[in-house]
């Protein structure tokens, strides 16, 4: 065979290590356009040769010589590029969502949704929730988020939870309120807010970021079983369309395990580098921590990564920081009843963690060893406290400064 100097790129293939050396472990891609990752020009009519879990070479026919018993990959007229990875997803939850929950993600108006939740609800079993997930109220007619008072028009009597595409909020309807003791009485929990009525203080039915958890804590808890189907599904998936890479953010202890567990049975097909959560509690990351388990640990399938801190809100939410008002609220609220768009009055922030607790929190990750610094989410431009002024201030900051520790 003849070997081309070009940057070798790991591929994701199963294989046992003791048959690494077995000729009929080689693939050879012949006659595409490659793309190698280097950034060079693309090689016309070129050959990629891969041994056993690794690429060996790539180069043009002229370059390359096929093995003998090599299986060829015809790629004449088409492309061929390295494995994509993404770097920021919730991998279990897109293939459990995929399997379990409503997806939303094509509805066009409010009044599509609720007919989708209308259709759905009386199939829903006895003590389970009815999920939906995927909506996006900004290219709807109505412009706003459905309320507990929409849900319970077409579902009473089953228990329904909707979220939209970008995370960060809650629609959930009466039933689903009641079955977590949500009332206007219930306070803001730090870092959320369960949406009021501003003239008769009973909930909306909308919930935001850290609010989201007075639902979720009521749920049917999701069983390692459940997870590991959606892992599976969640790899099919990404191996579709070319990604054999991710990155798990939020992780919690029952993803952990997923992990773990398709690694053993083999069903983890894509590599997976998984980062812990860090919100108002830090019991996952000081666990791995007294451990000795930290930023790297694994191999080069499953690999844990830095924490994922938040910073504040999202922008579909109206809780990102920003440093001006949300310019849509009162002329949303004066056109739709009962869309409470952005809160009371013209709030426009809702901070998960202050300054001076995100700054401790990731000195303390550092200087302990627990994790390599944080993955921090700053999607607004301002924070509304005395130092530091801005949320991406803080982040650079803190970079800057803990990059060289």
Known sequence: MKWHPRKSFSVMRRRSDSSDHLYRNHIAIVGGSIFDGTGSPPILHGVVVIYGSKIAAVGTTEEVTVPEGAEVIDARGKTVIPGLIDCHTHFILMGVRTLTTLDLSKTKSLAEVLEQVKERAPSIPEGTWLEGHGWDESGWPERRYPSKWDLDQVAPDTPVVLSPYYGHLLSVNSLALELANVSKDTPN???GEVVKDPETGEPTGILRDEAMGLINSVKPQMSLEVSLQGLRKACEIALSWGVTSIHELDADA??????????????????AYVMPTARF???????????????????????????????????????????????????????YKNCFIA???????????????????????VETGKMSGGYM?????????????????????????????
């Open 189 to 191: 929990p730090p870092g």
């Open 254 to 271: 029952l993803q952990f395990r997923t992990y773990q567990a398709a690694k053993r049975e083999g069903s983890l097909r894509v590599r």
């Open 281 to 335: 509690t830090e019991e996952l990351i000081d666990g791995l921590g007294a451990s000795g388990i930290k930023t790297g640990f694994g191999d080069e399938w499953l690999r844990i990564g830095s924490a994922k801190i938040f910073i504040d809100g999202s922008m579909g939410a109206r809780t990102a920081a920003l440093s001006e008002p949300y310019t849509d609220y009162k002329a949303i609220a004066r056109r």
């Open 343 to 365: 809160g009371e009055g013209d709030n426009r922030v809702l901070m998960r963690n202050n300054p001076k607790e995100i700054r401790t929190m990731v000195e303390s990750m």
């Open 377 to 405: 989410m700053c999607i607004g431009n301002h924070i509304p406290f005395n130092v530091p002024p801005e949320a991406v201030k803080l982040y650079l900051d803190l970079s800057a400064e803990l990059a060289f520790r």
